[in-house]
């Protein structure tokens, strides 16, 4: 065995544990889940092979379209919100000397805290009757059970756990700015909102991209907190896609369905972050 042999050998040898790690909890899933929906099981008797019966009934079933639509329109009030404030936050932490490791420890407790225990306080926040909320506003208003306010409620809950996960990457973010090039920019006369729109957000694409391409994957996988707070009412109006594969699964016992839902999601989720992925590509600079 020559000398670049036991280099290409050594060099598998060292990645092998990675490969495993990515084959056993990556690929192998989304294999296990294609042939499921492949299948009709009822989670008791025997798989038989259904062919493509599960994937014709899916994608003509109108309430996993509507789940669909619910779970975008989430996307746009979440993630747009999470990151403006969790860049807002990020900045005042970048300038507060004093407390601000045990500020950034604040901000991430809601994110490291259970989703249902965080919908469960939210369910007493927005009570009609007693809740903390309305008793700030000094009226009554059904937050949860009305259905125009359930899922901006629900969104708001949810900017509310993630806040602190996405200030404390755009932390890191701006911490890594040199100082030099931010001194250079001052004395060209970039302060303010210039110096932020010219200077900081530009190197900050890196950290925008996978805020953002992290932020909408949460969103489709949010399961927890919509179970605690609405179970997908009122009038499913908050039925997102995990509280429908959910159901399908095992409400209907029909994880064939389920299977095929989760593949979709997979589908519209890789779309949106390659898309993601070649808005920044040729604008992201990622040596500063």
């Known amino acids: 065995m020559n000398r670049s042999v036991r280099r290409i050998a050594t060099s598998y040898a060292l990645l092998l544990p990675s490969l495993l790690g990515i084959g056993c909890f990556l690929l192998l899933p989304i294999v296990i889940v294609l042939w499921l929906s492949l299948h009709s099981w009822n989670l008791l008797g025997p798989i038989e092979f259904s ?154 694409r890196p950290t925008m991209f996978f805020v953002l391409a992290t932020g909408v994957l949460s969103v489709f996988q949010t399961f927890d907190a919509v179970y605690a707070l609405t179970r997908g009412g009122p009038d499913h109006r908050t039925d997102v896609v995990a509280m429908r594969m959910y159901s399908e699964a095992f409400d209907a016992a029909r994880p064939g369905r389920a299977a095929v839902m989760a593949m979709v999601v997979f589908a519209v989720v890789l779309l949106i972050t390659l898309a993601q992925q070649r808005y920044f590509r040729d604008r992201t600079e990622y040596e500063y």
């Open 51 to 204: 062919g493509v019966d599960n994937w014709r009934a899916v994608l003509t079933d109108r309430q996993f379209g509507h789940s669909l639509l619910v779970t975008l329109a989430l996307t746009a009030l979440v993630v747009p919100a999470q990151t403006v404030l969790g860049f807002t936050v990020a900045a005042l932490l970048t300038r507060r000397a004093r407390g601000g490791a045990a500020l950034r420890v604040v901000y991430a407790l809601p994110w490291m805290c259970a989703p249902v225990a965080v919908g469960v306080l939210w369910q007493w926040v927005f009570a009609p009757t007693g809740g903390a909320l309305n008793a700030v506003l000094g009226r009554r208003v059904e937050w949860l059970s009305e259905p125009a306010l359930a899922l901006p409620a629900v969104a708001l809950v949810i900017v509310w756990m993630n806040l602190g996960y996405v200030a404390l990457f755009f932390f890191a973010g701006l911490r890594a700015i040199p100082g030099e090039l931010l001194d250079a920019g001052a004395l060209d006369g970039a302060t303010g909102w210039r110096r932020t729109r010219w200077l900081v957000l530009p190197l900050l």
